[in-house]
C-alpha cells in the first residue's frame, strides 16, 4: 500500500466512524442478500458481531500506518474466524459487500479514488488475516 492509498484511508476514518454501523448494517444486507451461502457462517454469532466488525473497520483505517498497533485484533478475529470456518474463498464476498456498503453510505463522496483505496486497504487486511487463519487451520 503506498502513502497515497493510506492518506485516503486515514482521512475517511472519521465518515466511517461516524456511519460505521450503517455501513456494516448494510453490508450484511448485501452479503446475504447476494452470497446467501455465507448466512449459516453466521448462525452462533453474537448479536455484538455487527458492532464488532464496524470498530474493526474503523480501527484499520485509523491505524493503516501503524499496523502494528492491530496486533492483538488480528489474532483475536482470526482465531474466531478459524472456529466459525472462515475460509479465503469468503473474503471476496465480503470484500465486495463492504465496499458496496461503503459506496452507499459515502453517498456522492465516495469517489473513485476513495473507492479503489478501500478496495487495496481492503485486500490488504484479507490477507494478513488470511494468512494468519491457514497458520491456525494447519496447527488444528
Ligand atoms: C477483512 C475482513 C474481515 C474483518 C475486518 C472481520 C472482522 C471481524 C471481527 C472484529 C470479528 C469479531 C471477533 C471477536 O469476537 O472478537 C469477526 C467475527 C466473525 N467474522 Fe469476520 N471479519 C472479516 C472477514 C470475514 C469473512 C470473510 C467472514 C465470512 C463470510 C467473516 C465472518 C465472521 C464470523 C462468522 C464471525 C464470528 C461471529 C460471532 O461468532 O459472533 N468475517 N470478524
Do not use: C, R
Amino acid at each position: 500500500m503506498n502513502d497515497s492509498t493510506k492518506n485516503i484511508i486515514k482521512s475517511t476514518a472519521p465518515i466511517l466512524k461516524a456511519h460505521a454501523e450503517a455501513i456494516t448494517t448494510q453490508m450484511y444486507k448485501i452479503l446475504f442478500a447476494k452470497y446467501p451461502e455465507t448466512q449459516t457462517l453466521f448462525k452462533d454469532a453474537s448479536p455484538e458481531q455487527s458492532k464488532k466488525l464496524a470498530a474493526a473497520v474503523y480501527a484499520y483505517a485509523a491505524n493503516i500506518d501503524k499496523l502494528e498497533n492491530l496486533t492483538k485484533g488480528i489474532e483475536k478475529m482470526a482465531s474466531v474466524h478459524v472456529k466459525s470456518n472462515i475460509l479465503p474463498k469468503h473474503y471476496p464476498m465480503v470484500g465486495d459487500a463492504l465496499l458496496q456498503a461503503i459506496k452507499s453510505v459515502l453517498g456522492d463522496g465516495a469517489t473513485d479514488e476513495i473507492m479503489s483505496a478501500w478496495e487495496e486497504a481492503y485486500g490488504f487486511l484479507a490477507d494478513v488475516l488470511i494468512a494468519k487463519e491457514k497458520e491456525l487451520y494447519l496447527k488444528g
